[in-house]
């Protein structure tokens, strides 16, 4: 997702109000199970995004205006967000945990845990005798039973090339494989990230232009992408069905190994770079999938400190360079460079590869030999060996500009970090668990003293780029505020150092080392990746080491050293841990970064200047015949990229078949009961010994004025405190006690109802023999906390709007989305004014009224409780293990009994929606995010399931190949939600707009005039089952549960929809194709785009656009 940068994902400990988010509709039956978007941005996590991987697309999770999204937000940030991976390696290690788990942001799952430590027997799984193993070309090096993850894992090595193989046994139905490949880059070209786009581009047994796009069309994968750090390629999938992932894992090593893109220069051209010229007479471009996806990167300014502080922290090795690609460099890259770069390093000497699940050992190695064995051995395992970063003698200090909008104080625009490189050797695993301790207990919670200091000083608007990370060769912290004056930004500087030195000479309060075990404690045992495969998660850990030549296996192994850790903390007590490491790793450490960026209005503008004096030179350069022949080729370029495979290329990409498909969709164990005349609904699963419970309320009686408020009105909720309990003991008790707590709205359409349905939730989870604790924590948020604290209030409205800004830049296709939706539907509304451009614009006006009117909005906060607490249509939602479940009524009772049976004030009606109208919002940037949509319920269309499957194959061809392909947007998808009736266009990245929106305009056309053969149409089908069929863990389960229970939709629906699916045929799309000419007729468009882009639309097509400046 990439595309979306959720970026922030783990940092989100900070705040955590859920906004808006599109989400994935495509799954008809389960809807729910991925979320979306990011939601909690948090400000400041990922800056360091340029230690994060690119990836190969845009993993959109559009919207269905459904609740989900609007809801907390799980992992998927942190997979889906390239910025947020590469920051957190201690997490990896179990220790750092989703600010969920104790702050209030949303996500109620820790994310990076891993298995649980129970003690088991150890099981015995198939093994590979070394005798099979020699017979394959392999030598067995190591082989260890880790009881972390319950699995056997065994290091092959190949005896021919080098290539190492960790073969990983258990139990997970959900099986991986990744190969990874070290490949440091020399400049900022981007040779690595567009060799990684370029390979998946057709290979020697698979030669058709994308079969990377024809297994995103046709598999049951659970994950498929491909990401670029800054010193490697990383190529996983994920399937639960082994038919499938045998099919993928082939795809993947031919693509690698045998990849076209080394052949034909046009791969080259269209993923990376290439002059564009249509017509001798017009202005040359540049067009490029990388290209413009960077374009997009550079045009966010905490991405660009990020790179920033990453390359100056080490200048001197491979990480000095941007591996993604600076948009000013990547055109000096040549085809013959590309060539070379695979040559020299896309070598299974070179590569790392890891298998992971519950299939055959013996297996796997018998697909590899097939590949490794056609090479010989190569030396470019030496070869791309990663230089150490000597540590500098003297700290450094770099005043860098980025491109502002021109409206707004750009006084208070200035940016600050400070940043170290911690050490020049590998540190060993118990520092490594320390620092990661440390990490969370200076940052991980609203309540931790260096983040509270920071945002509570009023110096900025928000953390950037804060925390550890050991993802790269040698580990690095860092910490920084946004949203600085010019004159405070020494000031910041100061406040960061004397906080460590206060820390170092203070030490940390007992409770918030108590909290920090628990809740690390506790996402080690829930281990809850979200919808990103565990096994997946456990190869980043292992390769976050294995990459450097170090011991793949030790990573995975955290028991001993936790245990160890913990031991030392009872006994020596915590300072002498904690100072220590503060004292030699920060304070009196040299090697130390500051990064200051300035807003330069002229900025954007000058860049863009800059290129267009470039590209006019390279065309006064050129002659008559250079011109025409410029023109001929991108004709030829474009025609290549718009003619189709022909069918029995197609064929030769492996694809599942019908019968391979369950016919019933997965059902989730649910009884519904009542408790006091409350509906409880309750699902029987196993969770190793945690309980999750969701309390939903009804919003139907609060008043319209408020609705804005309630994402301030959570967030204070979880960071205000009580009359007894400070906001600092309370996210202390929370982390002591549970595994985490969130509240956030809901809103979605009901199909067939002019109501939406509006929800506000809280979401907690527990060990079993702590369910009462949780209810009484979640009553006391709910009841007890007082709406007082002034400064804090402030605060939060900074820095949601420093969040909300960030969002218009990094995810402008889901504030186009949101802005639609609110134009066509009641519930898009409701979401808008939580979480788009009217709620940044209520935000600017708040920031005024809380120095003018604390009291009114102290009591409008008073009313909202007042309108949501009540028993009266309540729901409960529990997941967790039968005996628990009867247990915990109890505690669920007396929950219920202390709150009031009706809410006060009437009810009222929730009709509000935007002027239908088309417009442009303005923001600085190189690229814009397009936006087309309308309702298709309105033509009398009705649901059929093979909506589903249309709607998933206009974004795979007709979209993929338009909108990115030849129109060079990082991403072009549509949405539609089932609920709702809305249909919609998005483009991420885009360097076009007028264009796009034409696109839009001829999906009807293209679905007339559409011949597919009974194969793609398998393919299809099988590809939306998939995503129905989306892999899910217990607590996702009990959650989708729920949200079908609240919209109404019945097991009896979903097998309907199921066998629409199932027998879509060609009528159906040349159906459809009438139902979604109501976007072409009169749909609305939005663009979150330049200033420059929108004068030429509109000049073009006599003011189409109402212009609104955001930034
Ligand atoms: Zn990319």
Known sequence: ?????????????????????????????????????????????????????????????????????????????????????????????????????????????????????????????????????????????????????????????????????????????????????????????????????????????????????????????????????????????????????????????????????????????????????????????????????????????????????????????????????????????????????????????????????DDDPVQRLRVLSEYLDMFEASSSRDTSKIETQKLFSEPIRIVEKYPAGRDGDLKKKNMVCVNWLLSEKPLDLQTQLALGFLDHLMLGTPASPLRKILLESGLGEALVSSGMSDELLQPQFSVGMKGVSQDNVQKVEELIMDTLKKLAEEGFDSDAVEASTNTIEFSLRENNTGSFPRGLSLMLQSIAKWIYDMDPFEPLKYTEPLKALKARIVEEGSKAVFSPLIEQFILNNSHR????????????????????????????????????????????????????????????????????IPKEPTYVPSEVGDINGVEVL?????????????????????????????????????????????????????????????????????????EPCSKFVVRGKSMAGRAEDLFNLMNCLLQEVQFTDQQRFKQFVS?????????????????????????????????????????????????????????????????????????NGCVVNMTADGKFLTNIEKSVEKFLNLLPETPSGGLVTWDGRLPLRNEAIVIPTQVNYVGKAGNIYSTGYELDGSAYVISKHISNTWLWDRVRVSGGAYGGFCDFDSHSGVFSFLSYRDPNLLKTLDIYDGTGDFLRGLDVDQETLTKAIIGTIGDVDSYQLPDAKGYSSLMRHLLGVTDEERQRKREEILTTSLKDFKEFAEAIDVVREKGVAVAVASAEDIDSANQARSNFFEVKKAL
């Not at 193993?133 to 009881?147: D, H, M, N, P, R």
């Not at 390279?618 to 990229?641: F, I, S």
Request: aromatic letters at 10%; glycine letters at 6%; hydrophobic letters at 35%.
């Open 593 to 660: 970064v500051t990064i200051e960026m300035q807003p330069d209005p002229e900025k954007a503008s000058q860049e863009e200047a800059e290129e267009k004096s470039i590209l006019e030179k390279v065309k006064a350069g050129m002659t008559e015949e250079d011109l025409a022949e410029l023109a001929r080729a991108t004709e030829e370029l474009r025609l290549k990229q718009e003619t189709p495979d022909p069918p029995e290329a197609l064929r030769c990409v492996p694809s599942l078949n019908l019968s391979d």
């Open 799 to 871: 820095q949601s709007i420093a969040r909300m800004e960030n969002r218009l830049r990094g995810s402008g296709h889901g504030i186009a989305a949101a802005r639609m939706d609110a134009m066509l539907n009641v519930a898009g509304w409701m979401s808008e004014q939580m979480g788009g451009l009217s709620y940044l614009e209520f935000l600017h006006t708040l920031a005024k009224k809380v120095d003018e009117d604390w009291e009114g909005i102290s009591s409008a906060l008073e009313e909202i409780r007042r309108s949501l607490l009540a028993r």
């Open 682 to 754: 309750r699902h029987d699963l196993f969770t190793n010994d945690i309980v999750y419970a969701e309390v939903v309320f009804d919003m139907g009686s609060l008043k319209h004025e408020l609705l804005p408020l309630v994402p301030l009105f959570c967030q204070s909720l979880m960071e205000m405190g009580t009359k007894d309990l400070s906001f600092v003991q309370l996210n202390q008790l929370i982390g002591r006690k549970t595994g985490g707590i969130s509240v956030y709205p809901l809103t979605s359409s009901v199909r067939g109802k002019a």
């Open 1 to 357: 997702f990439l595309l979306i940068r959720h970026k922030k994902e783990k940092k989100t400990r900070t705040l955590a109000v859920a906004f808006i988010i599109r989400q994935q509709q495509s799954s008809p039956g389960n809807i729910y199970s991925i979320p979306v978007a990011m939601l909690r941005t948090v400000s400041c996590s990922a800056s360091l995004s340029s230690s994060s991987p690119f990836f190969r697309f845009f993993r959109h999770f559009p919207r269905s205006s459904t609740a989900a999204l609007r809801g907390p937000s799980r992992n998927l940030g942190r997979i889906s967000s390239p910025s947020a991976a590469g920051r957190r390696v201690f997490l990896r290690r179990g220790l750092r945990v989703s600010s969920a788990a104790t702050a209030g942001g949303g996500g109620v799952n820790g994310q990076f845990s891993r298995f649980s430590v129970r003690a088991v027997a150890t099981p015995s799984y198939p093994d590979v005798g070394q005798d099979e193993a020699e017979k394959l070309g392999f030598e067995k090096v190591s082989e260890e039973f880790i009881s972390e993850c319950k699995s056997k894992a065994t290091l092959f090595k190949h005896k021919k090339t080098g290539c190492e193989v960790m073969s990983v046994s258990n139990e997970d139905e959900n099986k991986v494989f990744g190969i990874v490949l070290r490949t440091p880059p020399k400049d900022s070209t981007g040779i690595p990230h567009i060799l990684e786009h370029s390979v998946l581009c057709g290979s020697r047994k698979y030669p058709v232009k994308e079969p990377f796009v024809e297994l995103l069309k046709g598999s049951l994968h659970t994950f498929l992408n491909a990401f670029t750090y800054p010193d490697r390629t990383c190529y996983p999938v994920a399937s639960t069905n082994t038919k499938d992932f045998y099919n993928l894992v082939d795809v993947y090593l031919d693509a690698v190994f045998f990849p076209k893109c080394v052949e034909d220069v046009h791969t080259f051209q269209q993923e990376g770079w290439h002059y564009e010229l249509n017509d001798p007479s017009e202005d040359i471009s540049y067009k490029g999938v990388v290209f413009n996806e960077m374009k997009g990167v550079y045009s966010q300014p905490d991405n660009i400190l990020g790179r920033i502080a990453q390359q100056a922290i080490s200048p001197d090795n491979t990480y000095g360079v941007d591996s993604g690609g600076d948009p000013k460099d990547i055109p000096k890259l040549t085809f013959e460079e590309f060539q070379e770069f695979h040559r020299k390093y896309y070598h299974p000497s070179n590569a790392r590869i890891w298998f992971y699940g």
